[in-house]
């Protein structure tokens, strides 16, 4: 009889322990699933999405070109690299990209170039290496309408609208990257990249 009981007892403990095993494990894999899920929650409250919007009009509404890169996501962007391209072409800074596509003096000479740009007074800014906070905008190009110089500034507007395309590559605070292809008013999905690439042409100011 006492037997009996001890037989009863080692089952009930073996069980007893089965059921603990189990429940540990199904514990375990709760709060691992719990944890990716708090990490996806966290990087997702934390993603970035940059995008290049542009116009002609100013806030006052006066005739003002202006280019930037605006963070639409909801957290900050560390970019890792800016292209601006016209024609499919990239550039390294405004002055290129403006003799390229908007001087009307262009005739080669260094020194007519340098004058004619020197006098159109448009407002330049660095993308590249900075940090844009969510909902923030940095502009990369600004050119008030000048009637001395309506030709260029007409120019531009018409490149931005058909003509240029721009790349940028940019990462969360968890060093999460994406590459983002804008061109022609369409701004792509951003594809997930392990690291930015160095562009062979990347934009300065």
Request: hydrophobic share 40%; aromatic share 10%; net charge positive.
């Amino acid at each position: 009889m006492s037997s009996d009981k001890s037989r009863r007892r080692q089952v009930l403990e073996y069980v007893s322990g089965g059921v603990a095993v189990v429940v540990s494990l199904v514990s375990l894999w709760v709060a691992i699933g719990s944890e990716n899920a708090n990490r996806q929650m966290v990087a997702a409250a934390s993603w970035p999405i940059l995008m290049v919007e542009s116009g002609n009009v100013g806030p006052d509404q006066q005739l003002l070109l202006h280019f930037k890169v605006t963070n639409s996501g909801v957290g900050p962007a560390k970019v890792r690299s800016f292209e601006v391209l016209y024609k499919g072409k990239p550039y390294s800074t405004s002055t290129a990209l403006m003799r390229a596509c908007c001087d009307p003096h262009f005739t080669g000479a260094e020194s007519l170039k340098v004058q004619e740009l020197a006098s159109w007074h448009f407002i330049t800014g660095m993308i590249a290496g900075s940090v844009i906070r969510a909902g923030e905008s940095k502009g990369f190009i600004t050119y008030a309408f000048d009637a001395h110089h309506a030709a260029a500034w007409h120019a531009l507007d018409l490149a931005r609208q058909r003509r240029m395309t721009y790349r940028i590559c940019y990462c969360s605070v968890f060093d999460e990257c994406w590459i983002n292809t804008i061109g022609h008013g369409h701004q792509l999905d951003p594809v997930r990249v392990r690291k930015c690439p160095v562009p062979a042409v990347a934009y300065g100011e």
